[in-house]
C-alpha cells in the first residue's frame, strides 16, 4: 500500500500493460497499453489523501516501458477530493510536425488550437515526440509558460546543437521569446523525447515520502491523520482490502 497527498499522477505507457489500481475509492481495470496500440491510459487526483495499490507484474518476456509523471497544485487546490479516469488513446491527438515528426499531445495547448487530453489544475504542457533517423523539430513553447525541460527516452541526438542521447535532459528558461524554442534533432537513430512545460507556482514545498505540501506544518498534520486512523478522508463504503466485501460492478478486472 502506498499514501498519496496530493499531487496528481499521470501514467503513460509507452508498451507493456497499465496494471490494476487499488484504492480507498474503488478499484479500477488494468488496461493495455502501448503506441499505437493502447487502450487507455489512467490519471489519478491524490487530492486530499489516497492510500492505494498497484497490482499484476511484467509477464517474462514482457517489456513494460513508461512515465509516470506526479504534478505540483496550488496550495488552494491541494485538498479537493480525490478523483480518478483514463483517456483512450483515440483522445490523445496524434500530429505531424515534419517529415519523419510525430506529436502525441497529451495535455495543454498546442500551435493549432489544439489541446492534449489530460486536463489539469495548473496550466501545464505535455508532448510526446517521435523522431525518425535524420529528421528535425523547430519547436516553440507557448507564450503563458516560463519554464520548461525536455528529456530524451530513446535514441541519440541533439538538442540546440549538443549531443543529448537516453536519460538526458535539457532544460529552458523560457521567460522570454529569445529562450522559448529549441530545435531537436536525430542522428542514425529513432529519438523519442517528452517535453514538459509550465508555469511556476513560486510556493514553498514541503515533502516527505510520499506527501508533499506547502509547510512542515501541513506533513505532521498529515502524518497525524495516518497514525490516528482518520486517513484517507474520503473513501467508497466497503473495505477495499478486503476484495469479498466489494460489489459485484466493483469487482477489479485483469
Known sequence: MTTHIPMPLIRIANAGKVHPFGDERTVHQAFPAGIPSAESDPFLICGSGIEHAEGGATRDGEVEKGFQIWLNVPASKKLDDPAYGTEPASSIPTVELADGVQARLLAGPFLDGRTGAFK????????????????????????????????????????????????????????????????????????????????????????????????????????DEIRGGRFPPKRVPWDYKDLSAFPKDKLPKV
Open 120 to 223: 489539469a489544475v495548473q496550466p501545464v504542457q505535455m508532448v510526446d515526440f517521435e523522431l525518425e533517423p535524420g529528421s528535425k523539430l523547430t519547436y516553440s513553447i507557448p507564450s503563458g509558460f516560463d519554464t520548461c525541460m525536455l528529456y530524451v527516452y530513446e535514441g541519440s541526438g541533439h538538442v540546440g546543437g549538443k549531443p543529448a542521447g537516453p536519460n538526458h535532459v535539457a532544460l529552458f528558461d523560457a521567460t522570454s521569446d529569445a529562450s522559448r524554442g529549441f530545435e531537436l534533432s536525430a542522428g542514425s537513430s529513432k529519438v523519442a523525447a517528452m517535453l514538459f512545460a509550465g508555469k511556476k507556482l513560486n510556493e514553498p514545498i514541503a515533502w516527505h515520502g510520499p506527501i508533499v505540501m506547502n509547510t512542515r506544518r501541513e506533513i505532521q498534520d498529515a502524518f
